[in-house]
């Protein structure tokens, strides 16, 4: 099942798709509607039997107001080679705030001041649908809703000015994500993959399997720190590939399209605009 985030007329509608099309389910976002205790049966019976959504509705972040945005940094092998770092033993998280996200073909707003140096990086995010805490792999992998796609894009001169990554990472309105969330039950993350182009040129690749880390490992390891709730999201790290990591390196400019696809779920397409 597909689950989505719709806005019309000024509101926006959560939706489930079980293959006839998008259909309301009375709830307002798909994080409000994780929320629910039964939303898996709502969900269903919203694909089957709810008001189908018009034609003229656009499509929004399917996450609105999570209460934690986790990261993993360094989960491909291949990045971690070519950023130069040790593999880890143990997950590197970072957080980001709700404010960090944007739809999946919003514009990349930014200032000419506020950085040089934006990164790419394409990453499978996961989607929380329970609680939990201190929770062991087997009920974290059960207690994922489902999948969608993500950019964690990088200011990475204001990244590297501390030992920090919190500025670089956390910019308002920088993290796309989308188009929408594919249930678990309809979803293996070890056979598909993620790719991220420049104007057209693939600039990243790499099969979901690589993940040092796989997704019910992440959700595990966050756990014992933080409760994780209905609604968060864990993005899962980048493959091998970023502008930082090549030599010369390179970074996004004004007007450039940014595509980030995970099979199997969707495509996010979000230009950049830096304003002069």
């Known amino acids: ?89 143990v997950p590197t998280f970072f957080a980001k705030w709700a404010d960090t996200l944007t739809g999946p073909a919003a514009d990349i707003d930014l200032e000419p001041g506020d950085t040089a140096q934006l990164d790419w990086e394409a990453e499978l995010a996961v989607v929380v649908g ?60 070890a056979e598909h993959t993620v790719t991220c182009r420049v104007d057209g040129e693939t600039v990243q690749h790499a099969p979901l399997d690589d993940l040092l880390f796989p997704p019910a490992e992440l959700l595990h390891h966050a756990s014992m720190f933080t409760r994780l709730r209905p609604g968060d999201l864990v993005l899962t790290g980048t493959p091998a590939g970023v502008g930082a990591g090549r030599d010369p390196q390179r970074f996004l400019a004004d007007g450039q399209v940014l595509e980030t696809e995970v099979s199997g779920i969707g495509l996010l397409r979000n230009t950049i605009r830096i304003r002069s």
């Open 1 to 89: 099942m597909r689950l989505a985030t719709h806005q019309l007329d000024g509101r926006t509608i959560a939706t489930a798709d079980s293959g006839s099309g998008p259909r309301c389910t009375g709830a307002a976002s798909v994080d409000d509607l994780l929320r629910q205790a039964d939303w898996r049966d709502t969900a269903r019976r919203a694909a089957e039997q709810g008001e189908p959504v018009p034609e003229s509705a656009g499509i929004v972040a399917p996450i609105r107001t999570p209460a934690k945005v986790l990261c993993c940094g360094l989960n491909f092998r291949a990045h971690i080679e070519e950023m130069g770092r040790g593999v880890p033993a």
């Open 130 to 189: 329970a609680d939990l805490r201190r929770a062991s792999v087997a009920e974290c992998a059960d207690a994922i809703a489902g999948y969608t796609v993500s950019n964690d894009l990088s200011l990475r001169d204001r990244q590297w000015a501390t030992t920090q990554w919190l500025s670089g990472k956390a910019w308002d309105a920088t993290t796309p994500v989308g188009p929408v969330v594919v249930t678990a039950d309809a979803f293996d993350p």
